[in-house]
């Protein structure tokens, strides 16, 4: 898998459901950043974890990092059709690079 | 709004055509980037300058020619581009670039960028 890869890369669910997006990496990082893209627009900042850190909450926003398995996750709570985009995963690598994955797209149905 | 504004939002150019691309970001940071997105692809790191000085040059061919007069500013100047240079391309600021940060990004809407 490629550095930041996200799983599923696409997820369709109905409004008001749990949506799970889960990201791998492959080297060290500084920290793990979530991105929000909706289409071919720039993309927006959702959440930042550190590598010491393990789990972080933003609104209907979990992530959780796990630097053992390389892995991260992002949860969004009882969803909403406006939370149709893609999402991005960006690890932070040794030279404070982003490096981003491929991206889910989360569509909601109403 | 992100504080990232970026012009033009569309633009369509020939083989050889000499266009340039701009930014601006109205948020008092030190870094700007510019990133590439291609249909499937990831989204790739061009440039990174910090304090007005180009940082990162991540492989990228010469025919991309970025220029930072200031630090609220940052252009990429296009010449001879080939038509799979043909992306939508992405300006993004954050408050450093430097050692020991951990900043996030803020991103301006792009350029959908065409070469025919």
């Known amino acids: 898998s490629q550095q930041g890869e996200e799983d599923p890369q696409a997820l369709s669910i109905q409004e008001g459901e749990n949506a799970t997006m889960n990201c791998s990496y492959k080297?060290?990082?500084?920290?793990l950043q979530w991105y929000r893209q909706n289409s071919g627009r720039g993309l927006v900042h959702l959440i930042l974890?550190?590598?010491?850190?393990r789990e972080k909450h933003s609104g209907r926003l979990r992530v959780t990092l796990d630097t053992s398995k390389k892995s991260s996750s992002l949860l969004i709570t009882a969803s909403r059709a406006a939370d149709t985009a893609s999402y991005f995963c960006?690890?932070?690598?040794?030279?404070?690079?982003?490096?981003f994955g491929s991206g889910t797209r989360l569509l909601v149905r109403p | 709004e992100t504080g990232v504004t970026q012009t033009p939002r569309h633009l369509v150019m020939g083989m050889t055509n000499k266009k340039s691309l701009k930014c601006e970001q109205h948020?008092?940071?030190?870094?700007m980037y510019w990133y590439k997105q291609s249909a499937k692809k990831p989204l790739e790191l061009m440039f990174v300058y910090s304090l007005e000085e180009r940082v990162e040059n991540n492989s990228v061919p010469s025919r991309f020619s970025p220029e930072c007069p200031n630090s609220s500013h940052l252009f990429l100047h296009l010449h001879t581009l080939q038509p799979e240079d043909s992306a939508l391309y992405l300006c993004?600021?954050?408050?450093?670039?430097?050692?020991?940060?951990?900043?996030?990004?803020?991103f301006g809407p792009g350029t959908r960028l065409t070469v025919t």
């Open positions: 080297t060290s990082i500084n920290n």
């Open positions: 960006a690890s932070m690598d040794s030279s404070y690079k982003l490096i």
């Open positions: 993004a600021s954050s408050q450093d670039h430097l050692a020991g940060s951990s900043y996030e990004q803020y």
């Open positions: 948020l008092g940071h030190n870094a």
């Open positions: 974890i550190r590598s010491n850190e």
